[in-house]
């Protein structure tokens, strides 16, 4: 998954290609073998050019695979994978094609074709941009020998790409608005949303995108999501979860973000006494604060956290039906239909049916498949399984309190 936390611009993605349609191998002259074992081959895999495709392209390129060992290999099996915003245009003949995990969508297709030592072939490689694609990564190729590829990483037999398409992400910041009493306590539910058209995860870097929330002044965040952690002077600076700090950054632990999806995360404010009425935000940004090249529209990056707090002489709020219903945002990013519930819980009109989606908290910790696809060589699908953690165990929130309209 990514590298360590660091402060970081994103990479320029590089290249992006995909797969299917193998037509017949043309074999052409390559150099020496060099570098294998007595009597085995070793196939090598070029690299694919650079694209940066609109929604709806179709890209078509061919991979150049060189037999440098001293034996031939007799057939061989190769292996795409391509991130979900990307597919392939059509199955072809020889090929079996299916979905793995976090949506990757592969494709294992059989060439009967001998390459001699020394000599190499060439195969189509196709791919078509998604309505949603952005922000993509492609693996391709077999193994040495001409065996399946397994998932022990990338070789010269077995390769992978990112590309950025030309498209963009609309990350949306949305906020609260709420009435505390001083000396109390007071629940509040923020969200980071993307309204697309892509989807979200950055494949080329570790800055991945995340909300900013800036605590309201007179308050103390004495319970926190798991998957928000402290920001120091540039980036994270301690453990997600970690409390009475004055700003945080949340993201999934996943790092995804879909197409319509919400995420809601809740924090316990403890109010102190005398504390007036008060104000915090909440930023759509990165976990280094870096906004995101993606997103085209910073109108809507910030909103506000406004904490209502009634003097002596005023009565006090009336407090809301449920303690768990979702708070009405002041920042011009109106929540209603996302999904709402315990910290870090998500709404997507992608996987997950239609309406909100209630749930608990996701631990911060960095995983999942994709993120695995680094420069430290690790496959789209190693080490998959992402724990979900919930959040607090026994968290009991304070009836909310909201001012009258």
């Not at 992978?160 to 306590?185: C, Y």
């Not at 700090?245 to 319509?260: F, K, L, N, Q, S």
């Not at 819980?345 to 309406?355: D, I, K, Q």
Request: with cysteine; glycine share 12%; charged share 20%.
């Amino acid at each position: 998954m990514p590298q360590r936390i660091r402060p970081s611009h994103l990479r320029k993605p590089a290249a992006f290609v995909a797969a299917a349609a193998f037509a017949a191998a043309v074999p052409a002259f390559a150099a020496a073998p060099a570098h294998a074992d007595p009597g085995e081959a070793s196939l090598e895999m070029s690299t694919l050019p650079s694209a940066s495709p609109k929604p709806g392209d179709v890209y078509d390129k061919n991979v150049v695979i060189t037999n440098k060992g001293t034996a031939a290999a007799d057939g061989f099996t190769f292996r795409v994978r391509l991130t979900r915003g990307l597919d392939f245009p059509e199955e072809v003949k020889g090929c079996t094609y299916s979905t793995v995990a976090d949506q990757v969508r592969q494709a294992l297709c059989e060439l009967d074709t001998v390459v001699e030592p020394g000599a190499s072939v060439e195969t189509p490689v196709r791919f078509k941009a998604l309505p949603k694609a952005l922000m993509e990564v492609v693996e391709y190729g077999t193994s040495a020998t001409g065996a399946a590829p397994g998932d022990e990483g990338f070789t010269e037999s077995y390769r992978w790409l990112t590309l950025t398409a030309d498209s963009s992400a609309d990350l949306v910041a949305v906020g609260e608005d709420t009435e505390a009493l001083a000396g109390g306590q007071q629940s509040i539910n923020v969200q980071l949303r993307n309204d697309g058209p892509g989807w979200i995860k950055n494949q080329a870097s570790d800055d991945q995108p995340a909300l900013m929330v800036r605590i309201p002044k007179g308050t103390t965040a004495s319970m926190v999501p798991q998957d928000c952690m402290p920001f120091g002077i540039d980036g994270p600076n301690a453990p997600g979860g970690t409390p009475g700090r004055a700003t945080y950054v949340c993201m999934p632990y996943d790092h995804v973000i879909e197409v319509g999806q919400a995420l809601t995360y809740t924090f316990m404010l403890d109010v102190a006494k005398g504390t007036k009425t008060t104000d915090g935000s909440v930023k759509a940004t990165s976990v280094y604060d870096i906004h995101p090249a993606f997103d085209k529209n910073p109108a809507n990056d910030t909103a506000k956290i406004h904490v209502a707090i009634p003097t002596d002489n005023e009565e006090d709020p009336s407090p809301s039906p449920s303690a768990t219903s979702p708070g009405t945002s002041s920042g011009g990013n109106d929540p209603e239909g996302q999904s709402t519930g315990g910290s870090g819980s998500t709404g997507s009109t992608g996987s997950t049916s239609a309406g909100s989606t209630t749930g608990g908290s996701t631990t911060g910790s960095a995983g999942g498949s994709l993120a695995n696809t680094g420069s430290d060589g690790t496959p789209l699908l190693v080490g998959a399984a992402a724990a979900t953690a919930a959040l607090g165990g026994g968290l009991v929130l304070a009836v909310r309190r909201r001012r009258s309209v």
